[in-house]
C-alpha cells in the first residue's frame, strides 16, 4: 500500500565565512546549503545543515525570531515535496541509514557499508 507524504521544506543557500580550495568551482552565494521544516506540531523548525565533520540537526521554537535567522541566507526556495512511502531507494543506495548515522556522529569509516558493520565500528 503506497501512502504520499506531503512535507513543506526550506532551502537556504549562502556563503560561508572560512576558505576552502572547493569553493573556486561554486558560485559566489551558494558555497553552502541547509534545509528546514515546521515539525508535525508546528512547535518548532527541524533543521538539517550537513557540516564538514558532522550533520547537525536541530530543534528551535518556531517563532519570528527563529525564522528570521534561519531564512538570512542569500536565497532560499521553498519546496514541497511528495514522498510516496512505497518506493525504495534501495538497500545500498550511496546515502543509506548508515551513511546518514556516519554523518550525524562524524565518523569517517569509509569501509562501513552496513548496520552490522557500523556496531562493530561503534565497539571499537
Known amino acids: 500500500m503506497s501512502l504520499v507524504e506531503i512535507e513543506e521544506w526550506y532551502i537556504c543557500f549562502k556563503d560561508v565565512p572560512t576558505k576552502h580550495w572547493v569553493q573556486r568551482f561554486l558560485k559566489k552565494g551558494f558555497y553552502h546549503c ?11 523548525l527541524m533543521v538539517a545543515e550537513p557540516m564538514r565533520s558532522h550533520l547537525h540537526i536541530d530543534l528551535v521554537p518556531a517563532n519570528d525570531e527563529n525564522l528570521n535567522i534561519l531564512l538570512d541566507c ?30 550525524l556522529i562524524g565518523l569517517k569509516s569509509f569501509w562501513t557499508f552496513t ?10
Open 74 to 103: 542569500n536565497k532560499y526556495v521553498k519546496v514541497i515535496v511528495k514522498i510516496d512511502t512505497a518506493k525504495d531507494r534501495g538497500h545500498f543506495c550511496r546515502f543509506n541509514c548508515v551513511e546518514v548515522v556516519k554523518s
Open 115 to 124: 548496520p552490522y558493520q557500523l556496531y562493530k565500528e561503534l565497539l571499537k
Open 34 to 44: 541547509y534545509a528546514f521544516k515546521l515539525s508535525p506540531g508546528g512547535q518548532f
